[in-house]
């Protein structure tokens, strides 16, 4: 028995809590709260660890990372589009 239901637990917990913000987000329009610059070094990093998951073979990592960055590039371009 491995871990990897360890790594499935702690990819679903990040991806869903992220859930939240990015409906409010593209439900409002609102992004005034929200940094740009946080949202590019963020929106950056989770494609980062999208290709670390590849590099490693691991499925909760590309998974949950691809939806994240999903979600992360949507809220990055309402907050360049509405700024």
Not at 18 to 47: C, E, H, N
Not at 54 to 79: D, E, Y
Request: hydrophobic share 55%; aromatic share 18%.
């Amino acid at each position: 028995m491995t871990l990897e239901w360890f790594g499935y637990l702690a990819a679903t917990c990040t991806t869903l809590s992220f859930v939240p913000q990015a409906i409010k987000t593209i439900r409002t329009r609102d992004t005034s709260g929200i940094s740009l610059w946080m949202y590019v070094v963020f929106t950056f990093g989770i494609a980062c660890w999208f290709g670390y998951g590849i590099f490693l073979h691991s499925w909760p990592m590309i998974v949950s990372n691809a939806i994240t960055f999903l979600l992360a590039a949507t809220i990055l371009a309402l907050k360049l589009k509405y700024q």
